[in-house]
């Protein structure tokens, strides 16, 4: 049986260790965000009090990587990648974040909102594919190594199809 990893909290706890901010800008450490208690693999816990960017609006949320030890921490459009045995996240990914897909090889890619996508290897690396559209995407398809659909771009009145094999890095448009 797998240990608990992690408790959403309803809000910052009023004893205890402080909790750690992230990001740890220096403001806005009092206020109240995305609150969430990790525990760590020696019995120990600690608990962060995530923020994001302002005016994104998505649901916060916890996805565990495929196979891996690494969480995604979605807040406000951005992703952190955190192992809970650690205090800080191991990355932040900033991303107006659509959606969320798994792909082989324990990949695990995020669809920017109007752009592109990131791609988040099995081994935590991050990368992004070259911009793609400027007005969003619909139809996204992800099979194997190969994320597909179409894009917009001049305020949707343009629509192209593409294909981009993340294995290659190579784009394919279709007019």
Not at 49 to 77: A, S
Not at 91 to 96: A, E, I, L, M, R
């Amino acid at each position: 049986m797998q240990n608990k990893r992690y408790e959403i909290l309803a809000g910052l706890p009023a004893y205890g260790p402080m909790y750690k901010s992230i990001p740890n800008s220096g403001k806005n450490i009092y206020s109240e965000g995305f609150v969430v208690r990790f525990f760590k693999d020696d019995g120990t816990d600690w608990v962060a009090n995530f923020t994001g960017k302002e005016g994104m609006d998505r649901q916060p949320e916890i996805i565990e990587l495929p196979k891996k030890r690494f969480l995604l921490i979605i807040v406000q459009g951005c992703v952190y990648i955190l192992d809970p045995n650690f205090e800080t996240p191991i990355d932040k990914v900033s991303v107006d974040l659509d959606a969320i897909y798994f792909a082989s090889k324990d990949r695990t890619i995020l669809q920017d909102y109007l752009s592109n996508f990131k791609v988040i290897e099995a081994d935590g690396i991050i990368w992004e594919t070259e911009s793609i559209s400027n007005d969003g995407f619909d139809e996204i398809k992800v099979e194997d190594n190969i994320v597909s659909g179409k894009a917009y771009n001049e305020m949707g009145s343009s629509a192209f199809e593409f294909s981009n094999n993340i294995d290659s890095k190579e784009l394919t448009r279709k007019t």
